[in-house]
């Protein structure tokens, strides 16, 4: 079945550079895309970055110059970067796939890994 | 950037009563392809999000009939009958038609 599991370090320093994989099964990263999605606590959701299933990206603009996405498909991982990191980075950071034609929006996540930002 | 503005930000209702949820951008969703990229999604308590409705008033797989969405342009509805308490959470609309990719601010739904 479909599934994506979020990983990375729970706590990062102010300024440092942030490094989340998502690990995929289920289905091909050259099939469906995948996105990243945050949420900081008691808040609501924010996109950040996606990865095509040809190998493009698209990123928020409000993030885009602390931000690099990209993938490795032999090991069916997606790979996010944020450099810079502010106490305001502090979020659940998910992962969900995608497809376009089809469902056109994220139909499944991960179940999310919780980043913060600290000294 | 497109904003979605979702209302109420609260929704108490009862069990077995409907609830209607407004999702507005500040812009039209419709694409140049003609679709519109307007989905919903709910998240309960300490769990990801789930998709619920996706271009406009297309159901998931698994969502139950209780669920329907409708709108066009600007203006889009989320409505829920005989909401069952799996419903309650928070409710999120999103729109893909224009980049960066927006959510609506979120609707709590929980019980009066």
């Known amino acids: 079945q479909v599934q994506l599991k979020e990983s990375g370090p729970g706590l990062v320093q102010p300024s440092r550079t942030l490094s989340l994989t998502c690990t995929v099964s289920g289905f091909s990263l050259t099939s469906y895309g995948v996105s990243w999605v945050r949420q900081p606590p008691g808040k609501g959701l924010e996109w950040i970055a996606a990865?095509?299933?040809?190998?493009?990206?698209d990123y928020n603009s409000a993030l885009k110059s602390r931000l690099s996405i990209s993938r490795d498909t032999s090991k069916s991982q997606v790979l996010l970067k944020m450099n810079s990191l502010q106490t305001e980075d502090t979020a659940m950071y998910f992962c969900a796939r995608f497809s376009y034609p089809g469902i056109t929006t994220f139909d499944y996540w991960g179940q999310g890994v919780m980043v913060t930002v600290s000294s | 950037d497109v904003v979605m503005t979702q209302t109420p930000v609260s929704l108490p209702v009862s069990l077995g009563g409907q609830a209607s949820i407004s999702c507005r951008s500040s812009?039209?969703?419709?694409?140049?392809?003609?679709?519109?990229?307007l989905h919903w999604y709910l998240q309960k308590p300490g769990q990801s999000p789930q998709l619920l409705i996706y271009?406009?008033?297309n159901r998931f797989s698994g969502v139950p009939d209780r669920f329907s969405g409708s709108g066009s342009g600007t203006d889009f509805t989320l409505k829920i009958s005989r909401v069952e308490p799996e419903d309650l959470g928070d409710y999120y609309c999103?729109?893909?038609?224009?980049?960066?990719?927006?959510f609506g601010g979120g609707t709590k739904l929980e019980l009066k």
């Open positions: 271009r406009v008033s």
């Open positions: 812009q039209s969703l419709v694409h140049s392809n003609g679709n519109t990229y």
């Open positions: 999103l729109q893909s038609t224009h980049f960066p990719w927006t």
């Open positions: 990865i095509w299933s040809g190998g493009s990206t």
